[in-house]
């Protein structure tokens, strides 16, 4: 474990293995609910509260193609 000490200001932006830039790859929608239980895990009562789709932000490491999801922005 080590490189965990340095929490604080991060660019949201980067890739958390690289630190290269993340490239956006638009929005997708993810079913939720169900049968696919994984999702609770990763979102808690997100994935409580609604059974349909949610909607994350796929991105995407240019460097090393890591793939990491975000919540989109509202009233975007
Ligand atoms: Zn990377």
Redesign the pocket.
Known sequence: MTGSSDLGQRDVDA?L??G?TLESMGVDEFRVGGTTGGWKLLFGEWAELGEGMLKLEVRA?S??R?VEFRVPSEGG
Do not use: D, E, F, L
Request: charged fraction near 10%; glycine fraction near 0%; aromatic fraction near 0%.
């Open positions: 890739c293995r690289c290269s490491c460097n090393c890591q």
